[in-house]
């Protein structure tokens, strides 16, 4: 039995006020949400900060990104230690921010994913294609191809501690939702493709959604057979709709 994992990525949002607001808010909440584990991805300045004021709860921490290094003379990054260190338990990799804006390959998502696991973080590796993927037909050579980078690197048994989150790129940010049987169909190909290396890995893989999900249309999405969970950006910066989402999931 898979546990529902709903995870908050906050983005480059937030100050120290509305931060301790927003944790407030889903701390009030949080007893309603009776099945999900909840998690919330904060910028990486305001973990600790976080992470005190979640202490005594079973809200989780998360970073949203990881160096790829385990520590020296790497100016501006932040190794897997570090956020194991100040009690993270998850770290997202491979977000298509990353992928697309920033450039990152399969490859180097790879060895964020390595790294992550190396000191204990449980990756959630993001998979996904842009529209332009989609509308020529590739989605699942897209996503075959994001995740056969990790496996080569990291073999299949990693993905046992791991999560790893569909989020086609033209449902993020957008307002645009994947309808519950496109975000199924991927879904259902990653398990399958995973069973194709170890049945046990893909029957206990946990596979978010991600892409404009909502208090709204949470709970048709979470209640496909392969869909564990949400990868929420937007509506998880309010409290309200993000309990909501965990609600969602309630049996
Ligand atoms: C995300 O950033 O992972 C995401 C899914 O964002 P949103 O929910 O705002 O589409």
Redo the contacts with the bound molecule.
């Keep these: 039995m898979r546990q529902p994992l709903v995870a908050g ?1 906050w ?1 480059m949002n937030g100050t120290t006020e509305s931060i301790t607001a927003l944790v407030d808010g889903i701390k009030a909440g949080i007893d309603a949400v009776k099945t999900a584990e909840m998690v919330v991805c904060p910028p990486y300045v305001y973990l600790p900060m976080v992470a005190a004021l979640l202490q005594g709860t079973a809200v989780r921490c998360g970073a949203q990104d990881v160096s790829d290094r385990e520590s020296g003379a790497f100016t501006g990054e932040v190794a897997a230690g570090m956020l194991a260190d100040i009690g993270c338990k998850y770290v997202i990799v491979g ?1 298509s921010e990353r992928r697309n804006l920033y450039g990152e390959s399969d490859a180097f998502t790879a060895r964020k994913f390595a790294a992550a696991r190396k000191a204990g973080l449980v990756p959630i590796v993001c998979v996904g294609e842009l529209l332009e993927e989609r509308e020529e037909g590739i989605t699942e050579q897209v996503v075959a191809r994001q995740l056969d980078a990790v496996i080569s690197l990291d073999g299949i048994a990693a993905l046992e501690s791991a999560v790893i989150a569909y ?1 086609p790129v033209w ?3 957008t307002g645009k939702t994947a309808t519950p049987q496109q975000a199924q169909d991927v879904h259902a190909f990653i398990r399958g493709k995973l069973a194709g290396f170890d049945s046990k890995v893909a029957e206990r893989v946990r596979i978010l959604y ?4 909502n208090a709204a249309n949470a709970a048709e999405l979470l209640s496909m057979p392969d869909i564990d969970g949400g ?5 998880s910066l309010k409290p309200a709709d993000f309990l909501a989402i965990g609600q969602a999931s309630n049996d």
């Design positions: 990525n983005k977000h989020e449902a993020i940010g991600g892409g404009s999900m990868l929420v950006g937007g509506a």
